[in-house]
């Protein structure tokens, strides 16, 4: 190893003392606090020493971490697009970690384990993180190198392209990307981001154009009031408007990157409040009406954009045509006619807004029942009449014409009558003035381009007012999922103690020690309603193996959602481990409580066995993870079928790759649940689809690995 290289590695016993330096250097964090150092004296292992201290560094830090791997042939583009970042390379004595704070132009900022920043290539820092790996390669590409001939720089180019030949797909750093999590508050998350400066830039860029356009005319205008107009007045007219040009890419090009930037937060905030919502905010809804969902987060995203960028520059436009209209002929009667017509432009506004809301309410609508007919299209074909398979969409359909055409009349009214309009009545205000012989002809004629200037602000004003009122339309289905992004932000934060170590490591416990205690427990699903659970009572100790039985509808699966924490019991007292829900946190509460819902809840996702495994620890995963999810899979019976598979464990399943029979897909929620390695675990149901002989082996592998155990079951 170089001496560079060892001036860059931070060993995993010094992260946290180089976790600051890092922070210091970004705009991640705005709380400045001491982080300690992961604790080499804790009974784990490294890696999982590291994953754990992480985790707690994330939340007191509110910061959110990725871990993602890249390969050879894409290491450079990687690094040039993932600070600020740990990247983590294989060291003799155990992990250590490079600190990637920020790359611009080809550069690479990392900090050495002095505290210093060091600049460098990026060529030169991906060799760095690759020249163990290369060095195993060097002899066979020396062979290939003996005959190439020219100059050292062709010859140096040519290695690289055999070297990326060679291990081009090989995953050469796994590295863990730091970002502002959007848990926390809105507008300081964007402060924090790159919009302001975006928002900035493209303001400033179009108050520069705008200002370009009215200097342009005001030269020519001037030059033909004052009757000059000389070839130099023409010639710097010209000028001034193709300088707009190059101004006006450069406002599009702001306005693009704002724009992306602004949407990307908003769909990461989107992305995380649809994770947190409840299960009973979603339960009701079906596959319909959750799609009419994400058609409205793309639809308020793109609308909100783009009506939002109008109106900026409307706003903008419209400070220049006040400034206009003081200096014109008549600037009390056209401002008096600019408040006129604002006025009327809002109560347009608000008539469009309940048009469209209804016509939201009924294209939303039509969405789910649609989704809903084609997936019970075959039960439809045989159950229902022939002569009524259309009625519902039919009246769905002229509710919806109905719907479209009162919005559209009322929109073609705010862009059609608000500029014209405008327009009508500032001409009409100017009729004295332009008859008054003894009146100002300067000032008449400023005037008068006021009001044609007015009708082109009018007119973009009224498109942006159209888009911002489509977008509120449609918050009013997204803004509970963006609110429910901040659930649980302020997360309890502790030490890292024996408590925190892995589940699936041995611990220093009483087989006595009580898990969850549930104390006169109610709940009913309406307020008024008849309790379901009335005074439910459980304790669940370590090694207790818990039998739920009971017929259906009477409220198994109910008791299940409130020890899960999926819904909050009216009345009584639920505790894990001596702290209740709130204290804890949901999201903690629900690692050390996992569940196998019943098949209905519970779901295949079309990616690899492995992914659908490991849901519930870290991914990409790790070696030992994969030799875990490896060894519960053979003691669930499904060996065969992982020898079955082309790809093992990287076999795609799901509903369009590898089909799975109801016997499979349940063990594969109960492995998913053991992997999980909490410290108690419910199945509801979960054996109900197996085979005696197969039952009896799957029980026996949850008997042995879970700590404490409910299952569910039918009399």
Same mark, same amino acid.
């Given at each position: 190893?170089?001496?560079?290289?060892?001036?860059?590695?931070?060993?995993?016993?010094?992260?946290?003392?180089?976790?600051?330096?890092?922070?210091?250097?970004?705009?991640?964090?705005?709380?400045?606090?001491?982080?300690?150092?992961?604790?080499?004296?804790?009974?784990?292992?490294?890696?999982?020493?590291?994953?754990?201290?992480?985790?707690?560094?994330?939340?007191?830090?509110?910061?959110?971490?990725?871990?993602?791997?890249?390969?050879?042939?894409?290491?450079?583009?990687?690094?040039?697009?993932?600070?600020?970042?740990?990247?983590?390379?294989?060291?003799?004595?155990?992990?250590?970690?490079?600190?990637?704070?920020?790359?611009?132009?080809?550069? $690479? @900022? &990392?900090?050495?384990? !002095?505290?210093?920043?060091? =600049?460098? %290539?990026? +060529?030169? #820092?991906?060799?760095? /993180?690759?020249?163990?790996?290369?060095?195993?390669?060097?002899?066979?590409?020396?062979?290939?190198?003996?005959?190439?001939?020219?100059?050292?720089?062709?010859?140096?180019?040519?290695?690289?392209?055999?070297?990326?030949?060679?291990?081009?797909?090989?995953?050469?750093?796994?590295?863990?990307?730091?970002?502002?999590?959007?848990?926390?508050?809105?507008?300081?998350?964007?402060?924090?981001?790159?919009?302001?400066?975006?928002?900035?830039?493209?303001?400033?860029?179009?108050?520069?154009?705008?200002?370009?356009?009215?200097?342009?005319?005001?030269?020519?205008?001037?030059?033909?009031?004052?009757?000059?107009?000389?070839?130099? $007045? @023409? &010639?710097?007219?010209? !000028?001034?408007?193709?300088? =707009?040009? %190059?101004? +006006?890419? #450069?406002?599009?090009? /702001?306005?693009?990157?704002?724009?992306?930037?602004?949407?990307?937060?908003?769909?990461?905030?989107?992305?995380?409040?649809?994770?947190?919502?409840?299960?009973?905010?979603?339960?009701?809804?079906?596959?319909?009406?959750?799609?009419?969902?994400?058609?409205?987060?793309?639809?308020?995203?793109?609308?909100?954009?783009?009506?939002?960028?109008?109106?900026?520059?409307?706003?903008?436009?419209?400070?220049?045509?006040?400034?206009?209209?003081?200096?014109?002929?008549?600037?009390?009667?056209?401002?008096?006619?600019?408040?006129?017509?604002?006025?009327?432009?809002?109560?347009?506004?608000?008539?469009?807004?309940?048009?469209?809301?209804?016509?939201?309410?009924?294209? !939303?609508?039509?969405?789910?029942?649609?989704?809903?007919?084609?997936?019970?299209?075959?039960?439809?074909?045989?159950?229902?009449?022939?002569?009524?398979?259309?009625?519902?969409?039919?009246?769905?359909?002229?509710?919806?014409?109905?719907?479209?055409?009162?919005?559209?009349?009322?929109?073609?009214?705010?862009?059609?009558?608000?500029?014209?309009?405008?327009?009508?009545?500032?001409?009409?205000?100017?009729?004295?003035?332009?008859?008054?012989?003894?009146?100002?002809?300067?000032?008449?004629?400023?005037?008068?381009?006021?009001?044609?200037?007015?009708?082109?602000?009018?007119?973009?004003?009224?498109?942006?007012?159209?888009?911002?009122?489509?977008?509120?339309?449609?918050?009013?289905?997204?803004?509970?999922?963006?609110?429910?992004?901040?659930?649980?932000?302020?997360?309890?934060?502790?030490?890292?103690?024996?408590?925190?170590?892995?589940?699936?490591?041995?611990?220093?416990?009483?087989?006595?020690?009580?898990?969850?205690?549930?104390?006169?427990?109610?709940?009913?699903?309406?307020?008024?309603?008849?309790?379901?659970?009335?005074?439910?009572?459980?304790?669940?100790?370590?090694?207790?193996?818990?039998?739920?039985?009971?017929?259906?509808?009477?409220?198994?699966?109910?008791?299940?959602?409130?020890?899960?924490?999926?819904?909050?019991?009216?009345?009584?007292?639920?505790?894990?481990?001596?702290?209740?829900?709130?204290?804890?946190?949901?999201?903690?509460?629900?690692?050390?409580?996992?569940?196998?819902?019943?098949?209905?809840?519970?779901?295949?996702?079309?990616?690899?066995?492995?992914?659908?495994?490991?849901?519930?620890?870290?991914?990409?995963?790790?070696?030992?993870?994969?030799?875990?999810?490896?060894?519960?899979?053979?003691?669930?019976?499904?060996?065969?079928?992982?020898?079955?598979?082309?790809?093992?464990?990287?076999?795609?399943?799901?509903?369009?790759?590898?089909?799975?029979?109801?016997?499979?897909?349940?063990?594969?929620?109960?492995?998913?649940?053991?992997?999980?390695?909490?410290?108690?675990?419910?199945?509801?149901?979960?054996?109900?689809?197996?085979?005696?002989?197969?039952?009896?082996?799957?029980?026996?592998?949850?008997?042995?690995?879970?700590?404490?155990?409910?299952?569910?079951?039918?009399?």
């Amino acid at each position: 190893m170089s001496e560079l290289a060892s001036k860059l590695l931070w060993p995993l016993s010094r992260l946290g003392e180089g976790f600051e330096l890092l922070l210091a250097t970004t705009s991640l964090s705005q709380r400045l606090v001491r982080l300690p150092n992961p604790d080499a004296r804790l009974p784990i292992v490294p890696e999982e020493m590291f994953r754990a201290w992480l985790v707690r560094t994330a939340d007191q830090l509110q910061l959110e971490t990725l871990e993602v791997e890249t390969t050879y042939r894409e290491l450079e583009d990687f690094l040039r697009r993932s600070p600020p970042a740990l990247l983590r390379v294989a060291h003799p004595d155990g992990l250590a970690f490079v600190l990637l704070a920020r790359t611009s132009r080809g550069k $690479a @900022v &990392v900090i050495d384990v !002095l505290g210093i920043r060091r =600049t460098l %290539p990026l +060529r030169g #820092l991906a060799g760095l /993180l690759t020249a163990k790996l290369e060095e195993r390669h060097k002899p066979v590409v020396d062979r290939m190198m003996e005959s190439v001939t020219g100059s050292e720089r062709r010859r140096a180019r040519v290695r690289r392209v055999l070297m990326t030949e060679r291990l081009g797909v090989v995953r050469v750093v796994r590295a863990i990307l730091l970002r502002d999590t959007v848990r926390s508050a809105w507008w300081g998350l964007v402060h924090r981001s790159p919009v302001p400066l975006r928002l900035a830039s493209f303001l400033t860029a179009h108050a520069a154009e705008y200002a370009l356009l009215l200097l342009s005319w005001f030269t020519i205008g001037r030059a033909l009031l004052e009757d000059r107009l000389t070839a130099g $007045a @023409v &010639v710097t007219w010209g !000028l001034l408007l193709l300088t =707009t040009v %190059p101004v +006006r890419m #450069l406002v599009t090009d /702001l306005g693009g990157r704002l724009m992306l930037e602004a949407g990307l937060l908003f769909k990461r905030r989107i992305l995380e409040g649809g994770l947190r919502l409840l299960t009973d905010e979603i339960r009701t809804q079906g596959a319909g009406q959750m799609l009419g969902r994400v058609m409205e987060a793309n639809l308020i995203e793109t609308l909100a954009q783009s009506g939002g960028v109008l109106a900026l520059t409307t706003v903008i436009e419209l400070a220049g045509l006040l400034f206009i209209i003081a200096r014109g002929a008549a600037p009390l009667t056209q401002f008096l006619a600019l408040v006129l017509t604002l006025a009327l432009a809002a109560l347009l506004g608000k008539r469009l807004y309940v048009a469209l809301g209804s016509l939201s309410d009924t294209r !939303l609508e039509l969405t789910h029942e649609t989704v809903e007919q084609m997936v019970g299209h075959r039960t439809r074909l045989i159950e229902e009449r022939p002569d009524r398979w259309h009625t519902r969409e039919d009246d769905l359909l002229d509710r919806y014409l109905a719907s479209m055409k009162t919005a559209d009349c009322r929109a073609a009214r705010l862009l059609m009558l608000i500029p014209r309009g405008w327009l009508i009545v500032a001409i009409v205000a100017l009729t004295p003035f332009i008859l008054d012989a003894n009146g100002s002809f300067d000032t008449t004629a400023i005037s008068v381009g006021a009001a044609f200037l007015g009708m082109r602000v009018f007119a973009q004003g009224t498109s942006s007012a159209v888009h911002l009122v489509l977008a509120a339309v449609a918050w009013k289905r997204i803004g509970p999922i963006f609110r429910a992004a901040t659930r649980d932000a302020q997360a309890p934060t502790c030490e890292l103690w024996q408590e925190d170590l892995p589940m699936d490591r041995p611990r220093v416990k009483s087989t006595s020690a009580v898990v969850l205690q549930a104390h006169d427990l109610v709940f009913r699903y309406r307020e008024l309603g008849r309790p379901l659970l009335n005074g439910a009572s459980l304790t669940v100790r370590d090694g207790d193996r818990i039998l739920l039985e009971g017929p259906s509808g009477g409220g198994k699966s109910t008791f299940l959602s409130l020890l899960m924490g999926f819904r909050d019991p009216q009345s009584g007292l639920l505790l894990l481990e001596g702290w209740d829900r709130h204290a804890i946190g949901l999201e903690r509460w629900r690692q050390k409580v996992v569940a196998a819902p019943q098949f209905h809840e519970n779901r295949i996702f079309a990616e690899s066995l492995a992914f659908n495994l490991l849901l519930g620890r870290a991914w990409p995963p790790s070696p030992d993870d994969l030799r875990a999810a490896r060894n519960i899979c053979a003691e669930l019976g499904l060996g065969p079928l992982l020898k079955r598979m082309p790809s093992g464990m990287d076999q795609l399943v799901g509903e369009i790759g590898w089909q799975l029979s109801h016997g499979e897909q349940s063990r594969i929620f109960i492995a998913r649940a053991l992997l999980q390695s909490a410290r108690m675990m419910v199945l509801d149901e979960s054996f109900g689809a197996l085979d005696p002989e197969t039952m009896r082996r799957a029980l026996r592998c949850v008997l042995d690995r879970a700590p404490a155990l409910i299952v569910i079951a039918h009399p």
